[in-house]
Each structure stands twice: as C-alpha cells, then as structure tokens.
C-alpha cells in the first residue's frame, strides 16, 4: 500500500504528467518531485546548481587539458587523475541538466527511456570511480613505497592496462547485472528523488524484488568494499613506510603526495557511509537528497580543485602553459 504522501504527490503532479494510479504496459514519463515540495527553493537552487555544474565542467576539462599541455604532469598520478576528471565531469553531466531543467519546469517529469539511462549510466560510473579510487591508492602505495622502481612497475603499458580493466570491471559489475534486474513498474510513477537511480526505482517495481535486493547486496560488496579494502591495505601500507622515514621533511613531502587522493575518498565513501549506514529513525526523503547532491553534483565540481589548490606541480604546470601561450607567435588578421 502507497503511503499518503506517494498519494498527494500522485494527485500533484500525476495529471499533469497524464499519469493515472493504474498499471501500465506503456510508460512515457515518470514524477520527478526533486525539490518541488518547496517552490520557493528552486530559483535560488537552479542558480547555485547552474554555478556548481559549470565549475565542474571547467574544473575537469582543465585537468585533462593541462595534464595534455604539459609534459611535467605526464606521470601515472596525473594519468590517472585524468580519467578521474572525465568520470566526474560525466557523472555530472548525467545527472544535472535534467535537474536543472526541472527546477524551471512546471512539468516534474523525466521520460521512462532516460531515466533507465540514468539508473545504468550513475551505476556505471560509480562502479567504475570505487575501481579508480582503489587503482589510484595503488599507485601512491607504489611510488612511496617502491620509489626507485615507482616507473618501472607503473610502465606506460601497465596504466593503460590499469584504466582499460578499471572501466570493463565497472561496466561488467554494473550495467550487465542490471540488465536482469529491470521490472515492470507499478503505479504511481512518482520518483521522490532528483535522478533516477536503482534503490530508488526498486520501490516502484510491480513484483517481489528480494532476488534484485540480494544481487545489489552482492555487487555492492564487490565494487564498494573490494575496492575499500584495496584502498584501506595499500594506505596502511603507506602509514608504516612513512613511520620509518628518519627526518620530518621526508615524512612530510610522502604525506603530501597522498592528502589529495584521501580527501577524495573520504567525501565519496563518506557520503556513502552516511546514506547506507545511518539508522532508520534518522532516514528522510530530503536527506537523502541533500546527499545525493552531494556526491553527484557538488563532488565532482571539488575534486578538480582538491588536486590543484595545495598542489605545487599543477601550479607551475598552470604557469607554465599561460607563459607558452604569451609568447606563442599571434596570427595577424
């Protein structure tokens, strides 16, 4: 049975989405509430989500362009930093102009076929960033670890094999499995949320969902906790070489190599832990919204800046290509 408030929502917004309490073979669009139980909130929210979405775009692009631009930054690190950029930059570009649209709309609604492609497109890509997380601590564990055979071990050969498995796993362990999840939807198609995503669709499937409920728990401890762990052994690892450098300096230049890295896996598995783990009396509609904005939104738009505002390397990169772009020859028209 829906609750009232499924019910007032239904009778808010489904006529205006030509929606009625009944099943349907047929479904064009669904509800997309998002913030729409506080209309005085939507301008301000388009505005600083707009601001929020276009930071993100440069931040990441920048990152991928620099790290082109110049060779300095043509490391493993950065390599890897790049597909983490583009990832981002993705994933937000999935979520929000949808969103943003919506904050303007005075239709709520998300048509069937992309909201499906949302609910395969941010498993994906939050799949495949857990994997990335994982192979880029790795990579710290190596060069602090390992640091006069940090090129030899991350050869050119050995990263780009690292990426490649990295997004086949993330597609394997996602968007395959899901593919045998998807089942009929009930009415009323009303998704309290701001995109659609797996757990939230779940609650609109017509049949039991205990098997599709038992695969998320099992491909959730694949492409969340393998890669938490892998993280979690390689920085343990890092702690206890890092202990045994003699001066402070040393210690200090191995710690500030990783700070980036750990910044960005504590806001994504922070804000996991905070959505999956706290107990139910906490649990709200808009919370889990306020969360959700987090990670898919005003994440991404960070970690560019995480990885450059501290970072001396990308600073003088940055330096360096505004230089060669003065002195590049102007073409006179």
């Avoid at 931040?59 to 043509?74: E, F, P, R």
């Avoid at 920085?235 to 045994?244: A, E, S």
Wanted: proline content about 5%; hydrophobic content about 50%; some cysteine.
């Amino acid at each position: 049975m829906w609750g009232p408030s499924i019910s007032s929502r239904l009778d808010r917004y489904g006529s205006a989405a030509g929606l009625s309490p009944e099943n349907s073979s047929t479904i064009t669009e669904l509800v997309l509430v998002g913030f729409s139980d506080q209309p005085q909130t939507e301008i301000p929210l388009f505005i600083f989500f707009s601001l929020v979405y276009l930071a993100s775009c440069l931040g990441n692009t920048a990152v991928v362009i620099l790290v082109a631009l110049d060779v300095s930054l043509q490391t493993p690190m950065y390599f890897f930093l790049c597909h983490l950029a583009f990832l981002n930059g993705f994933f937000s570009t999935v979520v929000t102009p949808k969103m943003l649209f919506n904050f303007l709309a005075s239709r709520k609604v998300i048509s069937y076929p992309f909201c499906l492609a949302q609910t395969y497109l941010t498993l994906f890509l939050e799949s495949t960033e857990c994997f990335l997380l994982a192979v880029m601590a790795i990579d710290r564990y190596v060069a602090i670890c390992y640091p006069l055979r940090y090129l030899l071990i991350m050869s050119w050969a050995v990263c780009i094999a690292l990426a490649v498995a990295v997004w086949v796993t993330g597609f394997c362990a996602s968007v395959l499995p899901l593919c045998f999840m998807i089942l009929p939807l009930c009415s009323p198609y009303v998704v309290d949320y701001l995109f659609c995503e797996l757990p939230i669709l779940l609650h609109l499937f017509c049949a039991d969902t205990s098997l599709q409920e038992a695969m998320m728990a099992v491909g959730g401890a694949g492409t969340v906790l393998v890669p938490f762990l892998l993280i979690a052994l390689s920085y343990l690892r890092i702690l206890v070489t890092v202990i045994r450098i003699d001066s402070a300096e040393g210690r200090k230049k191995a710690f500030s190599t990783c700070a980036s890295h750990l910044a960005v896996v504590t806001i994504y598995y922070g804000t996991g832990l905070i959505r999956y783990l706290r107990p139910k009396s906490l649990y709200s509609a808009e919370g889990d919204k306020l969360i959700s904005v987090f990670y898919a939104v005003i994440g991404p738009a960070l970690n560019p800046f995480i990885y450059s505002l501290r970072n001396k390397e990308v600073q003088g990169a940055v330096r360096r290509v505004v230089e060669r772009y003065r002195k590049s020859p102007r073409i006179a028209f």
